[in-house]
């Protein structure tokens, strides 16, 4: 079987850029962050059912959250998308020096608006395709809020939302074009540690006073000991939320710390975490305070998926080159000048794990990396993303796709102000036509969905998804 049906996806989705391009840009625009998406969930909601999609929102206690469903029975193929903001990153649009808009606090810095959409995009192309050639199965597109800082998906795994799907895909807005199947992302927790203790006079009545400060202190030595005796991946940093005040002379009787704790595996991160609740309870006891743990999120690691990295791959060969305009080129040069240094540093250094001398000197000059990377080189990892508690109860299949100019980083202002170019448009399309092709691909050949779920079986060798987030643990802004 060939891939004649390349084309008419890609048709498709050239037949809707215009909606794609003004979906993308208004959230862009609305440039809302964790569980604030109101109006960027709304727009995506009203286009999914304006396409013949049933939509149910308010999931798992996320008033942002939905699902548009189109279709019926088995397969049930899963496209996830974001749409959430970042802090602090307000900057105008195609500006290559820092201008932040009046009045704006969020910016897209990591190229959400393009990400939601493009899932939004290739479900939209698949139950298009798949109404015209009457096949069956069920579409459905997840719009997921706040990946950023909250985890917001592992809410929706935790309660059930993805449990009846048979492959669910994604893809990240990027500087280059890779499959992601293979990187290396942290599994990662958030919690904080409040202690709670009796306040009196450091000087006049130290005897009547227990300080939380000072167990904050305590459990921070507990954890730098603890340090020692860990695997080498795994990385803890804190942040003290509380320090119980500025007055000296006063003992503090609340204070407060924020950890992050991260590892390869979630299962090695909850194990962690088991030994942080336990250093904290003796700094309680060392210091006659009591604690209260809350933890606020959980992004797993990644199931990888073999089979789903081979197919995407194909796609993604087939609509990279993206092959931009030299007027597109001449863009992404201004934006290549103006990355921070250290970024021009990483760039070099990612160009140096690439072919011979004199194709790197020519990947050196390039402004968009336009050529996909191999999938199993380790370029482009790191960091942590909640699409990894999806692909514990369903297999997945990622890609990053090129929507910036080389070097430039996520969560940067220069990411926000190329958000509504040409060459970001373009990486989102292309990104959806990768994900629509490899959905009918999954559908046209049932052995290659059940090589899917096998790879999944395999890679999970025994291992269950280990529910990270507390059973009442609700989404909120914190
Ligand atoms: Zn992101």
């Excluded at 500087?175 to 290396?184: F, L, Q, S």
Aim: charged share 25%; aromatic share 8%.
């Amino acid at each position: 079987m060939g891939y004649e049906y390349r084309q008419e996806i890609s048709d498709l989705i050239e037949l809707r850029k215009k909606a794609y391009t003004d979906i993308s840009d208004a959230i862009w625009g609305f440039a809302e962050s964790r569980f604030e998406e109101v109006e960027s969930s709304k727009i995506q909601q009203e286009y999914m059912r304006s396409r013949g999609f049933e939509v149910k929102a308010d999931l798992a206690g996320e008033a942002t959250a939905f699902i548009a469903e189109w279709g019926s029975g088995k397969p049930i193929i899963a496209y996830v998308g974001e749409f959430d903001a970042l802090s602090s990153l307000q900057q105008e649009a195609d500006k290559t020096e820092r201008a932040p808009i009046p009045g704006k606090v969020n910016g897209h810095g990591c190229g959400h608006h393009l990400l939601g959409t493009g899932s939004l995009a290739a479900a939209d192309a698949l139950k298009t395709y798949m109404e015209s050639n009457n096949m069956t199965g069920t579409v459905r597109y997840y719009g997921c809020p706040a990946e950023e800082n909250a985890g917001g998906k592992a809410y929706l795994v935790r309660d059930g939302y993805f449990d009846d799907c048979d492959v669910a895909m994604s893809w990240h807005p990027h500087t280059t074009n890779k499959v992601t199947g293979a990187d290396r992302f942290l599994a990662n927790f958030r919690a904080f540690f409040t202690f709670h203790g009796i306040s009196a006079h450091a000087a006049g009545s130290p005897e009547l006073g227990r300080s939380a400060l000072d167990a904050v202190e305590m459990m921070d030595i507990g954890v730098n000991f603890m340090r020692e005796h860990m695997i080498d991946q795994a990385r803890i940093h804190g942040a003290i939320t509380n320090t119980g005040g500025i007055a000296p002379n006063v003992i503090p009787s609340e204070a407060q710390v924020l950890y992050a704790i991260r590892a390869p595996k979630i299962t090695q991160v909850k194990a962690l975490f088991d030994r942080m609740c336990d250093i904290a309870k003796g700094a309680a006891l060392i210091t006659g305070t009591t604690v209260t743990v809350r933890q606020v999120s959980a992004y797993s690691n990644v199931v990888h998926n073999e089979t789903m990295g081979k197919i995407m791959d194909e796609h993604l060969h087939a609509f990279v080159p993206i092959n931009y305009t030299d007027e597109e080129l001449a863009y992404a040069a201004k934006f290549k000048d103006v990355i921070t240094e250290l970024d021009k540093d990483g760039l070099k250094s990612m160009i140096s794990q690439l072919g011979d001398k004199e194709r790197r000197k020519e990947i050196q000059e390039m402004s968009m990396l336009d050529f996909v990377l191999d999938r199993r080189s380790m370029i482009g990892g790191g960091g942590s993303t909640d699409v990894g508690d999806v692909s514990w109860v369903v297999p997945v299949g990622q890609a990053n796709v090129n929507c910036f100019a080389a070097g430039t980083a996520l969560h940067s202002w220069q990411a926000v102000a190329q958000g509504k170019s040409s060459i970001a448009h373009k990486g989102m399309l292309a990104a959806a036509k990768v994900l629509a092709c490899t959905g009918v691909e999954l559908l046209m050949k049932p052995e290659l969905l059940s090589q899917v779920k096998q790879d999944w079986i395999d890679e999970l060798d025994g291992e269950v998804y280990p529910n990270p987030l507390p059973k009442d643990l609700k989404p909120e802004i914190w």
